[in-house]
Nanobody, 116 residues
Framework: QVHFVESGGGLVQPGGSLRLSCAASGFLFRAYDMSWYRQTPGKERELVASIDSTARRKNYADSVKGRFIISRDNDKNAVYLQMNSLKIEDTAVYYC?????????WGQGTQVIVSA
């Protein structure tokens, strides 16, 4: 079955950087677009970035454009989110997601806290 292991979250000061990783298994990773979402308490989960299966097309939320970079390694079945110039408002639980066989599959989430 589809399974993700996310890592890389933590506590960082404003202006700092973090790199999130999501290791995938249970499906043909190289054939699927992948996404990163985030969620804060009381708010809906929001799309942060997405990348197509070939890594040629990438899309970003306006709030992270120019600061975050999504990438993937199809040999390692992994997708990454490089987060730079972090702001307090980036504090959230970050999830990777795939839409596979008519269903959304989510990782367990990794917490990012941006605080002075």
């Amino acid at each position: 079955q589809v399974h993700f292991v996310e890592s890389g979250g933590g506590l960082v000061q404003p202006g700092g950087s973090l790199r999130l990783s999501c290791a995938a298994s249970g499906f043909l990773f190289r054939a699927y677009d992948m996404s990163w979402y985030r969620q804060t308490p009381g708010k809906e989960r929001e799309l942060v970035a997405s990348i197509d299966s070939t890594a040629r097309r990438k899309n970003y939320a306006d709030s992270v454009k120019g600061r975050f970079i999504i990438s993937r390694d199809n040999d390692k079945n992994a997708v990454y989110l490089q987060m730079n110039s972090l702001k307090i408002e980036d504090t959230a639980v970050y999830y990777c997601k795939v839409y596979h066989r008519a269903s959304d599959y989510w990782g367990q989430g990794t917490q990012v806290i941006v605080s002075a």
